[in-house]
């Protein structure tokens, strides 16, 4: 099993940059795929990024690819979301996910298991 905690989410101007950090806890995290979503109030969850567990591979979401890059240290158990040109329709939570190695569909929320708190980033026009 592994314990996910989200931080790094603070008050940002639009075109501003901010990197969010998941820290995970147990000793399967090498082995996890690993996942960003976001949700904004009655809005469904929506999947931002993600590190796959067979190659380390990155996926994006449509809205996101080329201002958000996601990578790990698994040195540290840290996952990190470095999210450039933030827009005001991005004001949301940021969740992190882990989902054991096994295959499936990345982008999806069913694919994880665990999931953190969320932090909350709001961003200013």
């Known amino acids: 099993q592994v314990q996910l905690a989200e931080s790094g989410g603070e008050s940002v101007q639009s075109g501003g940059s901010l990197r969010l950090s998941c820290v995970g806890t147990g000793s399967t995290f090498r082995t996890f795929s690993m996942g960003w979503f976001r949700q904004a109030p009655g809005q469904e969850r929506e999947f931002v990024a993600a590190i796959y567990w067979g190659g380390d591979s990155t996926h994006y979401g449509d809205s996101v690819k080329g201002r958000y890059t996601v990578f790990r240290d698994v040195a540290k158990k840290t996952m990190y979301l470095l999210m450039n040109n933030l827009r005001s329709t991005e004001t949301t939570v940021y969740y992190c996910?882990?989902?054991?190695?096994?295959?499936?569909?990345?982008?999806?929320?069913?694919?994880?298991?665990?999931w953190g708190q969320g932090t909350q980033v709001p961003v200013s026009s």
């Open positions: 996910a882990a989902a054991p190695p096994e295959p499936g569909q990345v982008k999806t929320e069913a694919f994880y298991t665990n």
